[in-house]
């Protein structure tokens, strides 16, 4: 009798298994005119260049709109080059920019791009004050004397008035970055609520003339973008991309071998080893601008004695990381500008010296040792860069407790001086040093009541009065081998006393199918450029 | 002597517009409220006291601190804690559940796009871990201690103690890496996005719909392998519970007497037992679809399946309230939906509960 029960349960067992025998037609390849890319896209809070601040938003925007100065994806080292507008000249004051536009150029919409848009751009970004406004008003436009510095005299002309001389290259560099998008001005405003300049409907739609038009976006999910035929530099070769948001290393990296998606670019070190001696696929290694640092909070007075400043420079194991659980994936780095940056600094002074740090301890009066905290996010690179310093730190009797959270745990101790010593990233914001330089270098009241929270050096208390004229200096001086030469300066006495310890640079590794040429992530300067990209 | 009143009261009693009907109703109606309003401002005072600044999500690392400020102050975070629920609440008796920081989407749209996600996830597995888990259960019972129910136990086991996140990973690589018997992540070929409008936002039904047979087959590929993974994961737990619930009606003496009647085994095991046993399972099984109901970050991580715990947990690690308190909703009234549904069931299965 038992054994009939026990037959009748293979049956069941035998019925279900017929379930799931779908069987899955594999795709060999995805069509020769689709991109598609699995990252992670959860960054991506809006779609309105205006608001734009984040990695994978800023690749999207790279491809929707277009800016008045731009790079040439193909010779990225040669620096900004003409856009949307066709050429420009500077007053001999050095305050006044005259734009001339590139003709014949529409937006994705029909209409024609004209200097009227490109005022309405400008000025849209300054009057809705998000996040990135800073980069344009930091040449001293406000809401009220926009009006007069950003004007748009005919169709053709664009006339940028800043505030006071500063360097060519500055705002030009700082026109490349996404809040310099160029928006359609009648498609926008025909989607205006409330005074907004259509910045509700722009979180979620777009308005520009760029490469692509935006399909569709799934927060979260995937976005999708369609090909602009008319595009003014020339038609993409890839008529769809399909942007999915793909998280897990291990997953993106099957997707690639099965051939289902072209390429993928949050490969892990070891990932990267696993698909090396595959002849189907290929890893590009790009330079990034992302800087890893560690910074000691100067109202802590042990941290404000220069001894102990220098010690702790001293005490990362700098090539041992990099050589080994971040191999591929970062290069030694110890200069607030990131590499390829006009006035790189590529001096390394500092190595692995425990015997120096505990003798730069011991003259400080910390011989005993001490006990701090590291705040850090709970991303797994960084928590292996807290565990190998905590390691290090150990042997020169410095006991180190990890702290860790999300972004927003952690940032918000670091944005309101609470920190112990914070380590984290920096990326620039765009392509010229002042980008790092204002942050690192520039601190012009460190009271608490100032709140320059967008300041590295008053995050962390650091008051350097001598710094900050040189990096204004800077930032005014029009001949660039200057400019360049004040810059290594400024870092070269920034590595020696800041409360910086600047340790790597990141640099991108990306997993493609062989077939596919011409995939641009924009280096340490720019973001991803989908229109190059060939099969 | 019945009396003409008596009838009518008696009449009135089983009448479903009675009035003890409508108060009835009107009680659970009200229990509900308090419980969903309580619900909602526990987790919505947890999202408020937690160390997480939802303006940082929204401005950036790098926000000014002017910037910072007014987006604290449209964002109404300068209004005492009683004041912002008072609001919230407020509107999501409108039906207006906000927008979303993260996504700049109504949460309602959002929900409307994961949910079913989730929900058509869920519902396979359960089916899995139900047409597995039950007979495995049983064929345990009926041989305790031998091998069929050591095999079941070394089976469950397994399923119940494996990490979800790491058997959605061997999975993958097996049978959509090697074998290719399975899609790849993801609920659709991205071809294949986009095809059937949203009616129902479940692809198996909407690809049905619009009579789009290619997209169901290729949703069925999709769907297959994490809602076995989720179903294993279950099955394991069905079927520990299903044995242990036979064992304790096989030793009843209603099971020794039909046993002495001639009753077949068959009959004995399967009706007799079982059929006693469908009152617990019922909630054991009501137990576990809700639980996956919730959502599986680790398998929606590792599936790329955009499904309702991925967005509750993004949304509650940048404390993106409104979308949290929306997801909030949603599975509670999913908890809440399935013990009414668990109740009616035990009065269909159990005539004394009727």
Redesign the interface.
């Known amino acids: ?2 054994r ?3 037959l ?2 293979a049956g ?2 035998a019925a ?1 298994s017929a ?2 025998a ?3 037609a ?2 060999a390849a995805t ?1 020769a005119d ?1 991109l ?1 890319i699995a990252t992670a896209i ?1 960054d991506i ?2 779609l309105d260049p205006a608001e734009i ?2 990695f994978s938003g800023g690749d999207a925007a790279n491809n929707l709109y277009d800016t008045l100065v731009t790079f040439d994806p193909n010779a990225l080292s040669k620096g900004f080059q003409p856009g949307l507008a066709e050429s420009w000249s500077i007053s001999n004051d050095g305050r006044t920019y005259t734009f001339k536009m590139r003709k014949g150029v529409t937006f994705t919409s029909g209409n024609p791009v004209t200097a009227h848009d490109a005022e309405f751009s400008l000025r849209r970004a300054v009057a809705l ?3 990135p ?2 980069i344009l008003t930091q040449f001293g436009f406000n809401a009220d004397t926009v009006m007069d510095q950003i004007k748009a005299v005919d169709a053709d002309t664009l006339v940028i008035t800043t505030d006071k001389k500063y360097a060519q290259s500055f705002l030009l560099n700082c026109l490349t970055a996404t809040i310099g998008s160029i928006v359609d001005k009648k498609t926008a405003m025909a989607h205006e609520k409330d005074g907004d300049f259509g910045y509700e409907w722009l ?2 739609n777009t308005a520009g003339s760029g490469a692509y038009t935006l ?2 976006w ?5 976005y ?1 973008l369609n090909a602009n035929p008319s595009y003014w530099r020339g038609a993409p070769s890839m008529k769809r991309v ?1 942007v ?5 290393s ?2 993106q990296r ?2 690639l ?2 051939g ?1 998606i072209d390429v993928a670019r949050n490969l892990s070190t070891d990932d990267i080893a696993a698909i090396a001696g595959n002849k189907d696929l290929r890893v590009d290694e790009d330079l990034r601008g992302r800087i890893m640092y560690i910074s000691l909070n100067q109202k802590d007075e042990r941290f404000a004695n220069p001894k102990v400043r220098e010690a702790f420079k001293w005490l990362v194991n700098y090539e041992g990381m990099a050589n080994s659980f971040l191999k591929g994936q970062y290069v030694v780095h110890q200069a607030f500008l990131p590499l390829t940056y006009l006035g790189e600094l590529k001096e390394k002074p500092y190595t692995l010296n425990v015997a120096k740090a505990k003798a730069l301890l011991a003259e400080a009066g910390y011989g005993n040792g001490m006990e701090v905290t590291i705040q850090v996010r709970n991303a797994s690179e960084r928590l292996e860069i807290a565990q190998s310093l905590q390691n290090i730190w150990s042997q020169a009797g410095i006991t180190a407790k990890i702290e860790s ?5 952690i ?2 101790e670091y ?1 309101a001086r609470k920190h112990s010593i914070y380590l984290g990233a920096w990326g620039p ?1 765009y392509p010229d040093p002042h980008t790092n330089a204002d942050t690192f270098a520039h601190n012009p009241d460190n009271a608490d009541e100032a ?4 300041k590295l050096a008053w995050r962390n208390a650091w008051d350097m009065p001598e710094m900050t004229k040189q990096t204004s200096a800077a930032v005014e001086e029009n001949d660039t081998a200057t400019r360049a030469t004040m810059y290594v300066d400024i870092q070269r006495e920034h590595q020696k006393t800041s409360p910086f310890v600047v340790m790597l640079q990141k640099i991108e590794q990306t997993g493609l199918r062989a077939n596919v040429k011409g995939f641009v992530t924009g280096s340490a300067i720019s973001s991803v450029y989908y229109w190059t990209v060939t099969k | 002597m019945a009396t003409v009143s008596d009838d009518v009261r008696a009449r009135r009693a089983i009448s479903p517009f009675s009035r003890s009907f409508w108060l009835s109703l009107l009680r659970l109606l009200a229990s509900l409220a308090v419980t969903f309003v309580g619900l909602l401002f526990i987790t919505f005072l947890i999202g408020r006291v937690m160390p997480i600044d939802p303006v940082l999500a929204v401005v950036g690392d790098k926000a000014s601190d002017e910037i910072y400020q007014a987006a604290r102050l449209a964002m109404g975070l300068d209004q005492p804690l009683a004041v912002q629920f008072a609001y919230y609440l407020g509107d999501v008796v409108r039906g207006d559940l906000g927008t979303s920081l993260l996504t700049a989407n109504p949460v309602a749209e959002d929900i409307a796009r994961v949910f079913p996600a989730t929900l058509e996830l869920a519902t396979l597995a359960t089916i899995f871990g139900v047409l597995f888990g039950v007979p495995a259960g049983v064929i345990a019972a009926v041989n305790q201690g031998r091998w069929p129910d050591q095999v079941v136990r070394v089976f469950g086991l397994f399923g119940y103690s494996m990490p979800v996140f790491w058997l959605g990973l061997i999975g993958l690589m097996v049978f959509y890496g090697v074998l290719g018997w399975v899609a790849g992540p993801g609920r659709l070929d991205i071809f294949f996005e986009d095809v059937v409008p949203q009616v129902t936002g479940v692809i198996l039904f909407d690809s049905l719909i619009a009579g789009e047979f290619e997209v169901f087959r290729n949703a069925l590929g999709h769907i297959i392998l994490p809602a076995s993974v989720l179903g294993y994961y279950s099955l394991a737990y069905i079927s520990r519970m299903t044995r242990s619930f036979m064992l304790d009606q096989l030793s009843q003496e209603y099971v020794t007497t039909a046993r002495v009647k001639g009753m077949s085994e068959l009959r004995v095991v399967w009706l007799h037992a079982l059929g006693n046993v469908m009152v617990p399972l019922i909630t054991v099984i009501a137990l576990s679809y809700a639980n996956l109901l919730e959502g599986s970050v680790l398998t929606e991580t590792v599936f790329a399946w955009p499904g309702i715990g991925f967005y509750i947990t993004n949304a509650l690690l940048s404390a993106d309230m409104s979308a949290v308190l929306g997801g909030t909703i949603v599975v509670g009234m999913v908890f809440i939906g399935l013990n009414l549904l668990s109740d009616l069931l035990y009065r269909i299965v159990d005539p004394r509960a009727r």
């Open positions: 009798m038992k009939r029960s026990l009748l349960a069941a067992f279900a379930l799931p779908t069987h899955h594999a795709i069509p689709t598609v959860d809070v809006s601040f984040e004050k998000k996040t406004s800073f979180k979620t399909h569709s799934k927060a979260n999910e995937s999708v399909f999915r948001h793909i998280q897990e291990a997953t099957l997707l071998e099965k289902d959270g999300t972004a927003k745990q940032l918000g944005r914001d709140k320059l929270t967008g």
